[in-house]
T-cell receptor, first 115, second 116 residues
Framework: AQTVTQSQPEMSVQEAETVTLSCTYD???????LFWYKQPPSRQMILVIR??????QNATENRFSVNFQKAAKSFSLKISDSQLGDAAMYFC????????????FGKGTRLSVIA | DAGVIQSPRHEVTEMGQEVTLRCKPI?????LFWYRQTMMRGLELLIY????????DSGMPEDRFSAKMPNASFSTLKIQPSEPRDSAVYFC??????????????FGDGTRLSIL
Protein backbone atom coordinates (compact mmCIF):
# COMPACT_ATOMS: atom_id res chain seq x y z
CA ALA A 1 0.00 0.00 0.00
CA GLN A 2 1.11 3.50 -0.72
CA THR A 3 1.95 5.79 2.18
CA VAL A 4 2.74 9.48 2.44
CA THR A 5 4.74 10.93 5.32
CA GLN A 6 5.03 14.55 6.35
CA SER A 7 7.55 14.70 9.15
CA GLN A 8 6.99 18.33 10.14
CA PRO A 9 3.71 18.77 12.04
CA GLU A 10 4.30 22.52 12.31
CA MET A 11 6.48 25.09 10.58
CA SER A 12 6.76 28.85 10.76
CA VAL A 13 8.24 31.43 8.43
CA GLN A 14 8.74 35.16 8.47
CA GLU A 15 6.76 37.13 5.96
CA ALA A 16 8.69 37.53 2.67
CA GLU A 17 11.03 34.67 3.54
CA THR A 18 11.23 31.20 1.97
CA VAL A 19 10.11 27.96 3.59
CA THR A 20 10.31 24.34 2.52
CA LEU A 21 7.82 21.67 3.57
CA SER A 22 8.95 18.05 3.40
CA CYS A 23 7.13 15.00 2.09
CA THR A 24 8.23 11.45 1.45
CA TYR A 25 6.17 8.62 0.05
CA ASP A 26 6.39 4.93 -0.48
CA UNK A 27 5.16 3.15 -3.59
CA UNK A 28 6.16 0.28 -5.83
CA UNK A 29 4.58 1.97 -8.84
CA UNK A 30 6.58 3.88 -11.44
CA UNK A 31 3.79 6.02 -12.86
CA UNK A 32 1.95 8.23 -10.40
CA UNK A 33 1.13 11.79 -9.48
CA LEU A 34 1.96 13.93 -6.50
CA PHE A 35 0.06 16.93 -5.22
CA TRP A 36 0.22 19.61 -2.59
CA TYR A 37 -3.11 20.84 -1.23
CA LYS A 38 -3.62 23.84 1.03
CA GLN A 39 -6.31 23.92 3.70
CA PRO A 40 -6.87 27.35 5.26
CA PRO A 41 -9.03 27.79 8.38
CA SER A 42 -12.08 27.95 6.11
CA ARG A 43 -11.33 24.19 5.60
CA GLN A 44 -11.46 24.38 1.80
CA MET A 45 -9.02 22.02 0.07
CA ILE A 46 -7.16 24.05 -2.53
CA LEU A 47 -4.77 22.52 -5.05
CA VAL A 48 -1.41 24.25 -4.89
CA ILE A 49 0.72 22.28 -7.32
CA ARG A 50 0.89 18.94 -9.16
CA UNK A 51 3.81 16.84 -10.34
CA UNK A 52 3.78 13.96 -12.80
CA UNK A 53 6.25 11.24 -11.81
CA UNK A 54 7.39 10.71 -15.41
CA UNK A 55 8.50 14.33 -15.71
CA UNK A 56 11.98 15.15 -14.50
CA GLN A 57 11.33 18.87 -14.50
CA ASN A 58 10.09 20.21 -11.19
CA ALA A 59 6.67 21.85 -11.27
CA THR A 60 6.35 25.56 -10.53
CA GLU A 61 3.30 27.72 -9.89
CA ASN A 62 4.17 31.35 -9.21
CA ARG A 63 5.73 31.46 -5.70
CA PHE A 64 5.31 27.71 -5.22
CA SER A 65 7.75 25.13 -6.52
CA VAL A 66 8.60 21.54 -5.77
CA ASN A 67 11.77 19.53 -5.48
CA PHE A 68 10.86 16.10 -6.80
CA GLN A 69 13.45 13.38 -6.19
CA LYS A 70 11.97 10.20 -7.62
CA ALA A 71 14.74 7.84 -6.55
CA ALA A 72 14.56 9.15 -3.01
CA LYS A 73 10.74 9.24 -3.12
CA SER A 74 10.81 12.80 -1.89
CA PHE A 75 8.50 15.66 -2.86
CA SER A 76 9.10 18.91 -1.00
CA LEU A 77 7.24 22.19 -1.45
CA LYS A 78 9.06 25.50 -1.47
CA ILE A 79 7.13 28.69 -0.84
CA SER A 80 9.00 31.84 -1.78
CA ASP A 81 8.22 35.37 -0.61
CA SER A 82 5.82 34.00 2.01
CA GLN A 83 2.63 35.96 2.55
CA LEU A 84 0.22 36.07 5.48
CA GLY A 85 -2.36 34.35 3.29
CA ASP A 86 -0.09 31.32 2.97
CA ALA A 87 -0.81 30.38 6.58
CA ALA A 88 -2.68 27.07 6.42
CA MET A 89 -2.40 23.31 6.70
CA TYR A 90 -0.53 21.82 3.76
CA PHE A 91 -1.15 18.25 2.68
CA CYS A 92 1.05 16.20 0.43
CA UNK A 93 -0.90 13.60 -1.58
CA UNK A 94 -0.24 10.75 -3.99
CA UNK A 95 -2.35 9.06 -6.61
CA UNK A 96 -1.82 6.44 -9.25
CA UNK A 97 -1.52 7.44 -12.87
CA UNK A 98 -5.01 8.60 -13.53
CA UNK A 99 -7.46 11.16 -12.23
CA UNK A 100 -9.85 8.40 -11.32
CA UNK A 101 -8.04 6.88 -8.38
CA UNK A 102 -8.14 8.06 -4.78
CA UNK A 103 -5.65 10.35 -3.14
CA UNK A 104 -3.49 9.11 -0.29
CA PHE A 105 -2.71 11.99 2.04
CA GLY A 106 0.02 12.75 4.51
CA LYS A 107 -0.95 13.99 7.96
CA GLY A 108 -0.24 17.57 7.06
CA THR A 109 2.04 20.42 8.08
CA ARG A 110 0.61 23.50 9.77
CA LEU A 111 2.37 26.59 8.42
CA SER A 112 2.35 29.84 10.35
CA VAL A 113 3.49 33.10 8.74
CA ILE A 114 4.90 35.72 11.08
CA ALA A 115 4.46 39.36 10.16
CA ASP B 1 -18.51 27.31 -13.01
CA ALA B 2 -20.02 25.79 -9.90
CA GLY B 3 -17.68 23.67 -7.87
CA VAL B 4 -18.49 20.58 -5.86
CA ILE B 5 -21.48 21.35 -3.68
CA GLN B 6 -21.94 19.67 -0.32
CA SER B 7 -24.81 19.98 2.10
CA PRO B 8 -25.28 20.61 4.90
CA ARG B 9 -22.21 22.59 5.83
CA HIS B 10 -22.68 21.78 9.50
CA GLU B 11 -24.73 19.05 11.14
CA VAL B 12 -25.24 18.52 14.84
CA THR B 13 -27.32 15.58 15.94
CA GLU B 14 -27.73 13.16 18.78
CA MET B 15 -26.28 9.71 18.95
CA GLY B 16 -28.46 7.10 17.31
CA GLN B 17 -29.96 9.43 14.72
CA GLU B 18 -29.65 8.88 10.98
CA VAL B 19 -27.38 11.35 9.20
CA THR B 20 -27.41 12.00 5.45
CA LEU B 21 -24.68 13.98 3.76
CA ARG B 22 -25.16 15.14 0.19
CA CYS B 23 -22.85 15.92 -2.68
CA LYS B 24 -23.27 17.34 -6.15
CA PRO B 25 -20.11 16.85 -8.24
CA ILE B 26 -18.92 19.18 -10.95
CA UNK B 27 -20.87 18.62 -14.15
CA UNK B 28 -19.01 16.32 -16.51
CA UNK B 29 -16.83 14.77 -13.82
CA UNK B 30 -17.11 11.01 -13.81
CA UNK B 31 -15.38 10.14 -10.54
CA LEU B 32 -16.62 10.96 -7.05
CA PHE B 33 -14.80 10.44 -3.78
CA TRP B 34 -15.87 10.64 -0.14
CA TYR B 35 -13.14 11.41 2.40
CA ARG B 36 -13.25 11.84 6.16
CA GLN B 37 -10.95 14.15 8.10
CA THR B 38 -10.23 13.72 11.80
CA MET B 39 -7.45 14.95 14.03
CA MET B 40 -6.34 11.43 14.84
CA ARG B 41 -6.44 9.81 11.41
CA GLY B 42 -6.11 12.78 9.05
CA LEU B 43 -7.75 12.55 5.62
CA GLU B 44 -8.82 9.08 4.63
CA LEU B 45 -10.84 7.68 1.77
CA LEU B 46 -14.20 6.18 2.60
CA ILE B 47 -15.48 5.19 -0.84
CA TYR B 48 -15.25 6.22 -4.46
CA UNK B 49 -17.32 5.87 -7.60
CA UNK B 50 -16.43 5.82 -11.27
CA UNK B 51 -19.34 6.42 -13.64
CA UNK B 52 -21.76 6.06 -10.71
CA UNK B 53 -20.43 2.59 -9.84
CA UNK B 54 -18.78 2.01 -6.44
CA UNK B 55 -15.20 0.91 -7.03
CA UNK B 56 -13.68 0.69 -3.57
CA ASP B 57 -15.58 0.90 -0.30
CA SER B 58 -12.89 -0.67 1.86
CA GLY B 59 -12.53 2.58 3.78
CA MET B 60 -16.12 2.58 5.01
CA PRO B 61 -15.73 2.03 8.76
CA GLU B 62 -18.58 -0.39 9.29
CA ASP B 63 -22.05 -1.35 8.21
CA ARG B 64 -23.50 1.77 9.75
CA PHE B 65 -22.07 3.67 6.79
CA SER B 66 -23.53 3.48 3.31
CA ALA B 67 -23.09 5.54 0.14
CA LYS B 68 -25.02 5.78 -3.08
CA MET B 69 -24.67 7.53 -6.38
CA PRO B 70 -28.01 7.16 -8.19
CA ASN B 71 -26.93 9.42 -11.06
CA ALA B 72 -23.98 11.42 -12.30
CA SER B 73 -25.01 14.56 -10.45
CA PHE B 74 -25.77 13.36 -6.95
CA SER B 75 -24.34 11.21 -4.17
CA THR B 76 -25.26 10.57 -0.55
CA LEU B 77 -23.37 9.26 2.44
CA LYS B 78 -25.54 7.91 5.23
CA ILE B 79 -24.70 6.97 8.78
CA GLN B 80 -27.29 4.95 10.68
CA PRO B 81 -27.17 4.86 13.64
CA SER B 82 -24.70 7.65 14.27
CA GLU B 83 -22.16 7.53 17.11
CA PRO B 84 -19.99 10.23 18.73
CA ARG B 85 -16.86 8.75 17.11
CA ASP B 86 -18.33 9.58 13.70
CA SER B 87 -17.79 13.26 14.44
CA ALA B 88 -15.49 14.58 11.70
CA VAL B 89 -15.38 16.69 8.57
CA TYR B 90 -16.62 14.79 5.54
CA PHE B 91 -15.40 15.88 2.13
CA CYS B 92 -16.73 15.04 -1.27
CA UNK B 93 -14.44 15.45 -4.28
CA UNK B 94 -14.85 14.89 -8.00
CA UNK B 95 -12.50 14.58 -10.94
CA UNK B 96 -12.92 14.39 -14.69
CA UNK B 97 -12.12 11.45 -16.89
CA UNK B 98 -8.40 11.00 -16.65
CA UNK B 99 -7.04 12.51 -19.86
CA UNK B 100 -4.61 13.92 -19.67
CA UNK B 101 -4.05 11.63 -16.67
CA UNK B 102 -3.45 12.99 -13.22
CA UNK B 103 -6.39 15.35 -13.28
CA UNK B 104 -6.64 16.87 -9.81
CA UNK B 105 -9.61 16.27 -7.61
CA UNK B 106 -11.86 19.21 -6.82
CA PHE B 107 -13.14 19.30 -3.27
CA GLY B 108 -16.36 20.57 -1.80
CA ASP B 109 -16.30 22.73 1.31
CA GLY B 110 -16.98 19.72 3.53
CA THR B 111 -19.63 18.91 6.10
CA ARG B 112 -18.65 19.26 9.74
CA LEU B 113 -20.56 16.55 11.57
CA SER B 114 -20.93 16.57 15.34
CA ILE B 115 -22.62 13.65 17.07
CA LEU B 116 -23.57 14.39 20.67
Amino acid sequence: AQTVTQSQPEMSVQEAETVTLSCTYDTSESDYYLFWYKQPPSRQMILVIRQEAYKQQNATENRFSVNFQKAAKSFSLKISDSQLGDAAMYFCAYSLNSGNTPLVFGKGTRLSVIA
Amino acid sequence: DAGVIQSPRHEVTEMGQEVTLRCKPISGHNSLFWYRQTMMRGLELLIYFNNNVPIDDSGMPEDRFSAKMPNASFSTLKIQPSEPRDSAVYFCASSPRGFPPGQPQHFGDGTRLSIL
